[in-house]
């Protein structure tokens, strides 16, 4: 996660859709909330969608989140936190454009991927459903935890030739006799030590023949593809995240830096923790 692009990319949400899309929920919310009266409802619920799917398109995002536009409004409208607080209605609205307007992949990721420009992208995903709130010191409503994917490249390497040799002759040895003193012990009425000359033949060798060995091509091996799966959580009171097994600790979430959507995910999430299941 640590190259330019990632650290350009991995917002979830432009802040130009961000603040569009929120301006127009705060106000539907602000007015289905005063409003009893049915048909005046449905008519909000148009305006939401023809008003939402353009600014949508005009953002940028992908055509799919546009076609999504009635069940996210629906989502929208049924915004379950104070009304009179813009900042919290603008993050549900975007939350709904999240969970709402965006595919899953076949084994169950949504894209974190170019804002909403290709929600097809899944190389770094959500994994859909696994957003629980956890109480590792005993209390709920503090800390959430999700899995994330991200899809890594190893590198392959080139095809190249192991060289060949030509064929060679090792010579041999020639055989030969060796002759030499060799100790006999210790002579106790001469007072000496006794040495027997002793002679010894050895075996020559014949010289060995070594074939040629012919260029031997290693082919190439192609970059593969595998995906880490990696569990975070969120502290949703001091605002930091931790990230199983990157050999880090716990970090201050910070917006714009090259965990950027950590902090998407906090802003759609924490707000909401009681809309989330407990483990």
Not at 46 to 57: D, F, N, T, W
Not at 151 to 167: E, L, V
């Amino acid at each position: 996660m640590k190259s330019d692009r990632n650290k350009i990319s991995y917002c979830i949400f432009a802040s130009r859709y961000s603040l569009a899309i929120g301006a127009i929920a705060v106000h539907l919310v602000i007015e289905a909330a005063v409003s009893t009266v049915p048909s005046q409802a449905n008519d909000f619920d148009q305006q939401c969608r023809s008003q939402l799917a353009g600014e949508i398109l005009k953002a940028g995002a992908d055509e799919y989140v546009a076609s999504k536009s009635a069940d996210i409004c629906n989502c929208i409208f049924k915004y379950p936190g104070d009304k009179s607080d813009t900042n919290t209605i603008t993050a549900w609205a975007v939350r709904c454009t999240y969970f709402e307007g965006t595919p899953t992949s076949s084994s169950g990721q949504r894209s974190m991927n170019y804002g909403l420009r290709n929600v097809y992208d899944f190389s770094f995903s959500l994994v859909d459903g696994s957003i629980r709130q956890v109480a590792p010191n005993g209390n709920y409503g503090r800390y959430i935890q999700f899995f994330i994917t991200q899809d890594r490249i190893i590198k392959g390497s080139p095809a190249y030739t192991i060289p060949g040799k030509p064929a060679q002759v090792v010579p041999g040895s020639p055989g030969g006799t060796i002759c030499s003193d060799e100790y006999a012990g210790y002579d106790f009425d001469t007072k000496s030590s006794r040495y027997n000359y002793v002679c010894r033949t050895l075996k020559g060798t014949p010289d060995k023949y070594i074939p040629a060995q012919e260029p031997q091509y290693v082919p190439a091996v192609p970059d593969r593809m595998v995906t880490d799966r990696k569990k975070v959580v969120i502290d949703c009171n001091d605002k930091t995240f931790d990230i199983s097994d990157d050999g880090k600790k716990w970090a201050k979430i910070i917006p714009g830096s090259e965990y950027d959507w950590v902090s998407s995910i906090e802003t759609i999430v924490c707000p909401f923790i009681d809309q989330h299941q407990r483990i």
